[in-house]
Structures are given as structure tokens and as C-alpha cells.
């Protein structure tokens, strides 16, 4: 006996001889290997000023996800007819005409290297390509617009010679295992029918800015068998970049995090040991006692920090993020999230913000509360709406920049009013129970009381102010994940399919690994320091990767963007992106340490 489940978006199709096989278009995204300037907005494969050929009655819209919708996904119908195991050569599509305006629009997106994005049951149109790295075969997702030939004009593709894949099931069952394609520019005249001879007779077509152009779209089907499952066929398209790089950076990082915690903890264990052993063998009655070191600061080092609500709220928000990117990138890694159901990972995530609200809600409340905060109802106000709100508001000008540029990236406002009912809804009223129980249960008991009058702070070392510490704090976690940012990169902005989530997920672990230890290290001796003044400053050390974060995202665009509307999105989307791993961190951080301090100091007798 054998039992089975159905992952979402993983059923396959089976077709029979002479079923229809849809073709379908998605936007026009901005390509990675171009050499000039780069966008990284997308447009509409409809835009009017492409004038790609539409189906009969107009192009209608496929229903896509949540996910899908926000990452820019426009998939419509197309008119392409293909029937299963039906050859085909050199069917015509359209002939629209190009003005001299429109020319100059797509020859400099050829230019810039935009790239067709179609699907056919599910499996990206891709081209063949080879990795010289390691000399492996693989299919690249999408196709150039076009091409610029040896005179440095841009040449458009309008032939596209489509072959199939498919595998035999049993009698009349066919499913399909890949689609590639081999894009021509071909200068047809006035006369198609020549089509059929040999291609490379043909002279390319170049769009003229100096007066209207004709062109004549057409395309040919091949189906070829293939011995590929279809359990399998996506392996082809699942390519690893340079894993040598990859396996070389996570054992390294892996033997820097295991010596960091070997040294930290012998630094640590010996330190503590020593001071908990010497201050606890003072007598209580002699004067010597509280001369130096961590505990002159007992008194002081659990008072309340200032703007202690906006800190909870932030380490809240931090937890919330967390949980959110180690469940994701768990089940991502599992196999759970298939590429084929598009959107899944982003609704998967939006999904997980929404729901570990209650979680960040609980901590920021009970934090709250260990300061002896009084206004529980402005903290259980600010956790649902703070850090989204501000993350909704900067969604929303970069939004606006999409329109601008007539972007297929710009999210509707029905999907964006979607958004605030699922929020209010969904995340508000668990943010609320959560910051309820969270303000009624006791976890953290000071184990000294707090002076009155607060002790005056020696001056402390220029080594220790917290932006030296944060940026020193800020390297190891960095240099942890920093490849894998380059590929997380490159699929957001370029299109490229992400899959490596073993790597990631791994780390990710070592990031926050190291950011604890490195934190809570730097943290003992700024109370060596007499300085008690950790809770904020624990946090700005533990949030110091997002400066690297930031500052390696705009390293990676070369400065190489074009135009405002680039700059202002790609600059846009890396800091919220690089504030995120800084609230992840901080949080993490902020909490070890407090952990940390609470120990330590329930292990010494205070008079």
C-alpha cells in the first residue's frame, strides 16, 4: 500500500494528440549579463510600444497569487496555437509597424538587455546555455528581445522557433518536460512564404529611428520525446552558480563561527569565572567590595532604558521578522515551495509576517513590562502598525515610481487595499492577543534591585561607542551570508531563479550564530566599562550587517543604473531590505545579551 499528498501547484498535466497547449506571456524583465547601463523595473509583454501580436478578442489575464501579483508577475494569453505533437513552420502572427519613436523605445531595451518571460504548462521558454565554470549544460530562464550585431546595432527577434519536450506516459499520454527556444531576427520584405528556406539567408531586422518599420512576427513548434519524468523536469532549469564558491564560503564561515565560539566562550567562561568567584568571596563587611568591573554596576544595569517603548516595539518586530524568514526558508528547503506554483514563496512569507505578529506582539509587551512600562495600550497600538506601516509607506512611494515608469511592477490598488483588509483583519487582532498575554505574564525578575539615583558613567574609550562597535560587530555575520546575497540579488532584480535555500537556510543559522556571539562579547566589556547603558546599544551593535548589507548592494549594481527611476527603486528596495536584516539581528542580538546579563548577575550576592 502506498499513500500519497498533493503539494499546491505540482499536479501535472497530461495531454492527449492534437490538445490545445497554451502559451503564455509574462512581463519583460531586465537582464543580468548585459554590459551598459541596467533597469530593474519590468514592463507589460503587452505594452503598447513593444507592439507584440495579441490574440484574437485581446489578451485576457491569468489569475496569479498574492505572491506573484507583488513581485511583478503579468502573465495574459497569447496567440500563439500550439497542439500537442503538431509541428509547425513558420506560422505567421502579425505584421505591426513600428514608428520612430517606438524604434528608439525597444532598440534601447534590446540594448539594455531585456528578456522575453514565456510559459508553456508551467515550465519557463528558455534557451540552452552552458556554464563554462563547470562546463554543465542548463536551461536559462527567458529570452533576449533581441540582439546587436557586430556593428553595434540592436536587432530585434521576431522568429521564434519553439521545440517541445514531452514524455509518453502510455497510449496517448504525453506530458511535457522542457520548452527551449532559438529567437532569429529575420527580414522578411513583404514576403513570408520564404520563411521555410534556409534562415541564415535572411538579413536581420534593425529598427529604424528615422521612419516607420514593418515587421512580420512568425514562429515554428518542434515536439521532441524526451526520456526526462516529469517528476524531474525542473532540475534542468535548477542550476547551481558556482558551487565551489558556495561549499567553500559555508565551510569557512562554518570553521570561523566554531573557533569565534571556542574563543568567545574559553574569553568568557574563564572571565566570568574568575569575577563571579572574586565577588563572591569579598566580605560583605570590608570596603574593597565593587571596586571595579561589571558589578560596580548592579545597581544600575536593569534600569529602564530610554524611549523604551519604540525599543520593544523594534525588538518585537525583529522577533516577528525572524520567525517569519527561519519558517520560510525552512520549508523552502524541505521541498515545500515549488517554483512551479509562482508567488508561492513571497505569499508563503507575507503569510508568516502576518501570522508571527502575535508572537512579536508578545515579546515587545512583555519586554515592555520588565521595564516597568505604563502605557500598555500606546505598545499595543504601535505593534501591529509601526514597523509595517513604515515598510507599507516606503512600498508605496516606490509604487509610484513604477507608475511613473509604466511598470508591470506596479502593484494595483485593489491588490494594495487587499493587502491593508488582510492586515487588519488577519495581523491585527493576533498582534492584539498577543501583546494582551505578553503584558500579563511575568517572565524576566530582576535579580538586583535599581538604585534610585543613577551612577554616573566613567568616559568610556573611542573603541567602544556603539557605531565603532557596530560596525565591527557588523563583518562576521556579513561575511557569512554575502554570496548568497549576490544570487538572493540577482533573482529579485534579474529575473533568475533561486532555489539554493539548503545553502541558505545554513547561513542564515551562521548569521545569527555569530552576531550573538560577537554581540554578547562586545557587550561584557562595555560593562567592564561601567557603562549600563546595554539595551540600546546592544541592539545598534547586533543591527550593524545592515550597513554592510546596504553598502554590498550598491557595490553589486556597479553604479551602473540607469536613469532616476532605477537609482530611486533599486536604492529604495536595499534599504528596506538592508533595515529588515538589521531589525533581524538587533533583535536577536538585544535579546541574547539581556539573557546574558540576567545570568550572570543572579549568579553573585549583592548586600
Request: one cysteine or more; proline letters at 4%.
Given at each position: 500500500?502506498?499513500?500519497?499528498?498533493?503539494?499546491?501547484?505540482?499536479?501535472?498535466?497530461?495531454?492527449?494528440?492534437?490538445?490545445?497547449?497554451?502559451?503564455?506571456?509574462?512581463?519583460?524583465?531586465?537582464?543580468?549579463?548585459?554590459?551598459?547601463?541596467?533597469?530593474?523595473?519590468?514592463?507589460?509583454?503587452?505594452?503598447?510600444?513593444?507592439?507584440?501580436?495579441?490574440?484574437?478578442?485581446?489578451?485576457?489575464?491569468?489569475?496569479?497569487?498574492?505572491?506573484?501579483?507583488?513581485?511583478?508577475?503579468?502573465?495574459?494569453?497569447?496567440?500563439?496555437?500550439?497542439?500537442?505533437?503538431?509541428?509547425?513552420?513558420?506560422?505567421?502572427?502579425?505584421?505591426?509597424?513600428?514608428?520612430?519613436?517606438?524604434?528608439?523605445?525597444?532598440?534601447?531595451?534590446?540594448?539594455?538587455?531585456?528578456?522575453?518571460?514565456?510559459?508553456?504548462?508551467?515550465?519557463?521558454?528558455?534557451?540552452?546555455?552552458?556554464?563554462?565554470?563547470?562546463?554543465?549544460?542548463?536551461?536559462?530562464?527567458?529570452?533576449?528581445?533581441?540582439?546587436?550585431d557586430s556593428d553595434m546595432r540592436p536587432n530585434l527577434?521576431?522568429?521564434?522557433?519553439?521545440?517541445?519536450?514531452?514524455?509518453?506516459?502510455?497510449?496517448?499520454?504525453?506530458?511535457?518536460?522542457?520548452?527551449?527556444?532559438?529567437?532569429?531576427?529575420?527580414?522578411?520584405?513583404?514576403?513570408?512564404?520564404?520563411?521555410?528556406?534556409?534562415?541564415?539567408?535572411?538579413?536581420?531586422?534593425?529598427?529604424?529611428?528615422?521612419?516607420?518599420?514593418?515587421?512580420?512576427?512568425?514562429?515554428?513548434?518542434?515536439?521532441?520525446?524526451?526520456?526526462?519524468?516529469?517528476?524531474?523536469?525542473?532540475?534542468?532549469?535548477?542550476?547551481?552558480?558556482?558551487?565551489?564558491?558556495?561549499?567553500?564560503?559555508?565551510?569557512?564561515?562554518?570553521?570561523?563561527?566554531?573557533?569565534?565560539?571556542?574563543?568567545?566562550?574559553?574569553?568568557?567562561?574563564?572571565?566570568?569565572?574568575?569575577?563571579?568567584?572574586?565577588?563572591?568571596?569579598?566580605?560583605?563587611?570590608?570596603?574593597?567590595?565593587?571596586?571595579?568591573?561589571?558589578?560596580?554596576?548592579?545597581?544600575?544595569?536593569?534600569?529602564?532604558?530610554?524611549?523604551?517603548?519604540?525599543?520593544?516595539?523594534?525588538?518585537?518586530?525583529?522577533?516577528?521578522?525572524?520567525?517569519?524568514?527561519?519558517?520560510?526558508?525552512?520549508?523552502?528547503?524541505?521541498?515545500?515551495?515549488?517554483?512551479?506554483?509562482?508567488?508561492?514563496?513571497?505569499?508563503?512569507?507575507?503569510?508568516?509576517?502576518?501570522?508571527?505578529?502575535?508572537?512579536?506582539?508578545?515579546?515587545?509587551?512583555?519586554?515592555?513590562?520588565?521595564?516597568?512600562?505604563?502605557?500598555?495600550?500606546?505598545?499595543?497600538?504601535?505593534?501591529?502598525?509601526?514597523?509595517?506601516?513604515?515598510?507599507?509607506?516606503?512600498?508605496?512611494?516606490?509604487?509610484?515610481?513604477?507608475?511613473?515608469?509604466?511598470?508591470?511592477?506596479?502593484?494595483?490598488?485593489?491588490?494594495?487595499?487587499?493587502?491593508?483588509?488582510?492586515?487588519?483583519?488577519?495581523?491585527?487582532?493576533?498582534?492584539?492577543?498577543?501583546?494582551?498575554?505578553?503584558?500579563?505574564?511575568?517572565?524576566?525578575?530582576?535579580?538586583?534591585?535599581?538604585?534610585?539615583?543613577?551612577?554616573?558613567?566613567?568616559?568610556?574609550?573611542?573603541?567602544?561607542?556603539?557605531?565603532?562597535?557596530?560596525?565591527?560587530?557588523?563583518?562576521?555575520?556579513?561575511?557569512?551570508?554575502?554570496?548568497?546575497?549576490?544570487?538572493?540579488?540577482?533573482?529579485?532584480?534579474?529575473?533568475?531563479?533561486?532555489?539554493?535555500?539548503?545553502?541558505?537556510?545554513?547561513?542564515?543559522?551562521?548569521?545569527?550564530?555569530?552576531?550573538?556571539?560577537?554581540?554578547?562579547?562586545?557587550?561584557?566589556?562595555?560593562?567592564?566599562?561601567?557603562?549600563?547603558?546595554?539595551?540600546?546599544?546592544?541592539?545598534?551593535?547586533?543591527?550593524?550587517?545592515?550597513?554592510?548589507?546596504?553598502?554590498?548592494?550598491?557595490?553589486?549594481?556597479?553604479?551602473?543604473?540607469?536613469?532616476?527611476?532605477?537609482?530611486?527603486?533599486?536604492?529604495?528596495?536595499?534599504?528596506?531590505?538592508?533595515?529588515?536584516?538589521?531589525?533581524?539581528?538587533?533583535?536577536?542580538?538585544?535579546?541574547?545579551?539581556?539573557?546574558?546579563?540576567f545570568k550572570i548577575y543572579s549568579q553573585i550576592k549583592?548586600?
Amino acid at each position: 500500500m502506498v499513500e500519497g499528498f498533493y503539494l499546491p501547484g505540482v499536479a501535472p498535466t497530461t495531454y492527449s494528440r492534437n490538445d490545445s497547449v497554451p502559451l503564455l506571456v509574462n512581463h519583460i524583465t531586465p537582464s543580468l549579463k548585459t554590459s551598459s547601463k541596467k533597469y530593474v523595473y519590468s514592463y507589460d509583454y503587452y505594452f503598447p510600444r513593444f507592439h507584440f501580436c495579441k490574440p484574437d478578442g485581446g489578451p485576457h489575464k491569468q489569475s496569479e497569487s498574492l505572491g506573484a501579483i507583488i513581485f511583478g508577475d503579468r502573465i495574459f494569453n497569447s496567440p500563439f496555437e500550439i497542439s500537442m505533437l503538431e509541428n509547425k513552420t513558420c506560422e505567421t502572427l502579425c505584421s505591426p509597424t513600428y514608428s520612430k519613436t517606438d524604434a528608439l523605445f525597444v532598440n534601447k531595451n534590446i540594448r539594455a538587455g531585456f528578456k522575453h518571460n514565456w510559459l508553456i504548462d508551467g515550465l519557463p521558454v528558455a534557451q540552452k546555455m552552458n556554464d563554462t565554470k563547470t562546463n554543465t549544460e542548463f536551461y536559462g530562464s527567458g529570452f533576449d528581445l533581441g540582439s546587436i550585431d557586430s556593428d553595434m546595432r540592436p536587432n530585434l527577434y521576431n522568429h521564434y522557433e519553439l521545440h517541445i519536450e514531452y514524455h509518453q506516459r502510455g497510449d496517448n499520454e504525453f506530458r511535457i518536460v522542457g520548452v527551449t527556444v532559438l529567437p532569429f531576427s529575420l527580414d522578411y520584405g513583404d514576403d513570408t512564404s520564404t520563411c521555410n528556406s534556409d534562415l541564415t539567408n535572411f538579413s536581420p531586422v534593425s529598427l529604424n529611428i528615422h521612419h516607420d518599420t514593418k515587421v512580420t512576427f512568425t514562429y515554428s513548434v518542434f515536439f521532441i520525446p524526451s526520456e526526462t519524468a516529469w517528476a524531474t523536469r525542473w532540475d534542468k532549469y535548477l542550476h547551481v552558480y558556482d558551487p565551489k564558491i558556495q561549499w567553500f564560503a559555508l565551510v569557512n564561515f562554518s570553521v570561523i563561527v566554531v573557533l569565534l565560539s571556542i574563543i568567545m566562550s574559553h574569553i568568557l567562561v574563564r572571565s566570568l569565572r574568575n569575577d563571579i568567584r572574586k565577588y563572591n568571596e569579598v566580605d560583605l563587611d570590608e570596603d574593597v567590595m565593587d571596586e571595579t568591573g561589571w558589578k560596580l554596576i548592579h545597581g544600575d544595569v536593569f534600569r529602564a532604558p530610554k524611549k523604551k517603548l519604540i525599543l520593544c516595539v523594534l525588538v518585537g518586530s525583529g522577533v516577528q521578522m525572524l520567525l517569519m524568514a527561519f519558517t520560510t526558508t525552512f520549508f523552502a528547503l524541505l521541498g515545500l515551495l515549488s517554483p512551479s506554483n509562482r508567488g508561492s514563496l513571497s505569499t508563503v512569507m507575507f503569510i508568516f509576517y502576518a501570522t508571527f505578529g502575535s508572537v512579536g506582539s508578545f515579546v515587545s509587551a512583555n519586554l515592555y513590562k520588565t521595564f516597568q512600562g505604563e502605557d500598555w495600550k500606546k505598545n499595543m497600538l504601535l505593534n501591529p502598525v509601526l514597523v509595517p506601516g513604515a515598510i507599507f509607506l516606503v512600498f508605496i512611494g516606490l509604487n509610484f515610481v513604477l507608475i511613473a515608469v509604466h511598470s508591470s511592477g506596479a502593484v494595483p490598488i485593489g491588490t494594495l487595499f487587499a493587502i491593508v483588509f488582510i492586515w487588519f483583519i488577519f495581523s491585527v487582532p493576533l498582534s492584539v492577543a498577543g501583546s494582551f498575554f505578553g503584558s500579563k505574564k511575568t517572565i524576566f525578575i530582576n535579580p538586583t534591585k535599581v538604585n534610585q539615583i543613577p551612577r554616573q558613567i566613567p568616559p568610556q574609550p573611542w573603541y567602544l561607542r556603539t557605531y565603532m562597535l557596530a560596525l565591527l560587530a557588523g563583518v562576521f555575520p556579513f561575511g557569512a551570508i554575502s554570496i548568497e546575497m549576490y544570487f538572493i540579488y540577482s533573482s529579485l532584480w534579474f529575473n533568475r531563479i533561486y532555489y539554493m535555500f539548503g545553502f541558505l537556510f545554513f547561513c542564515f543559522i551562521l548569521m545569527l550564530a555569530t552576531t550573538i556571539l560577537v554581540t554578547v562579547l562586545l557587550m561584557y566589556y562595555t560593562l567592564c566599562n561601567e557603562n549600563y547603558h546595554w539595551q540600546w546599544k546592544s541592539f545598534f551593535v547586533g543591527a550593524g550587517i545592515s550597513v554592510y548589507v546596504f553598502v554590498h548592494a550598491l557595490l553589486l549594481s556597479k553604479f551602473r543604473l540607469s536613469g532616476m527611476a532605477s537609482t530611486l527603486l533599486y536604492v529604495g528596495y536595499s534599504l528596506l531590505m538592508s533595515a529588515a536584516m538589521g531589525l533581524i539581528c538587533g533583535s536577536v542580538a538585544f535579546l541574547a545579551v539581556m539573557l546574558f546579563i540576567f545570568k550572570i548577575y543572579s549568579q553573585i550576592k549583592i548586600d
